[in-house]
């Protein structure tokens, strides 16, 4: 099994992962998005401090890898802060497709950044993934201009935060990365949970936990992900997150996919199976 095909089964740990997340977040319904983001991240932190210490290895990285660790950190801070935003004060489907740009816009980055070369065959593939997404979320724009321009900058910053995952490669352990993003955002967050806190119930809160833990698994997917392979060849997967999260409202809620959404499925599979393909062919060192 080459680099690449390591990089996408990751990256498929990480969408359901996150599926599962957003499943939990749900159940916990009307709580505070700043509350709810904490605990994700929170539960995130505890459990990669706990393979920080078991592996002994350095809770905040080397001293080279700081600039690129806070770059990772800040800006998957920021997206998170407008992508919750955008959920907020838009329509769910509209804020969901403007955040799943940020695959598209990672190997943009990519390539301008990192050098990293792009394949005719992988922009086609990008492209009709996109459009896939269409069809699936079916946007309506039709409210203020504002709160979707946050939802572009959630996609953009989160965008930033993987490309700097790349940049890192193999500089640092996978549960160091995520034990100082996850850090990050909870000291930063907390002056936010204080202000906006809302007493919870046992089983909001075991929802909450629950939702941090499959963060985690989510997280240290995308990580792992992004050391194996560039971001051209995988960062395509993230849209397998839509198909998993359909999946789980339907069986949950009982909330099912219309014509349009089923199209959208097929054409987004269908990129996911020829990627594949294509990056088992590949040869990696």
């Known amino acids: 099994m080459n680099n690449i095909v390591k990089g996408i089964i990751l990256m498929l740990i990480s969408s359901i992962g996150f599926s599962i997340m957003t499943l ?22 505890i459990i990669a401090f706990l393979f920080v210490i078991y592996n002994k290895e350095s809770l905040f990285g080397k001293k080279e890898n700081q600039l690129v660790l806070l770059g990772r950190s800040i800006f998957g801070t920021i997206g998170i802060i ?15 497709m403007l955040n799943k740009l940020s695959p598209f816009l990672v190997i943009i980055f990519s390539a301008i ?18 459009i896939g997404m269409l069809f699936i979320v079916k946007p309506s724009f039709s409210i203020d201009i504002v709160p979707y321009g946050v939802g572009i900058l959630s996609a953009i910053f989160a965008a930033a935060a993987y490309t700097l995952l790349r940049v890192l490669g193999n500089r640092e352990k996978f549960y160091t990365v995520v ?7 909870t000291v930063v967050l907390l002056p936010f ?22 963060a985690t698994i989510g997280q240290f997917g995308i990580t792992l992900a992004y050391k194996f392979a ?30 349009y959404s089923l199209v959208g499925y097929v054409i987004i599979l269908s990129s996911m199976v020829y990627m594949f393909l294509k990056g088992r062919k590949v040869t990696t060192t």
């Open 24 to 45: 939990f977040v749900k159940l916990a319904g009307d709580l505070p998005s700043i509350q709810k983001t904490f605990f994700r991240n929170f539960v995130s932190a």
């Open 82 to 96: 407008f992508l919750f935003y955008a959920i907020d004060h838009l329509v769910m489907s509209d804020a969901d």
């Open 113 to 130: 950044f990192l050098k990293e070369r792009v394949l005719p065959f992988q922009i086609v593939t990008i492209v009709f993934a996109f």
């Open 179 to 185: 034990f100082y993003f996850s850090f990050f955002s």
């Open 193 to 214: 949970l204080i202000f906006y806190y809302e007493p919870m119930t046992t089983k909001q809160l075991t929802y909450l936990l629950l939702a941090g833990f499959f």
């Open 230 to 259: 560039p971001a051209k060849d995988i960062s395509i997967f993230t849209y397998s997150t839509v198909i998993f999260t359909t999946i789980l409202s339907f069986t949950v809620f009982g909330q099912g996919p219309d014509i």
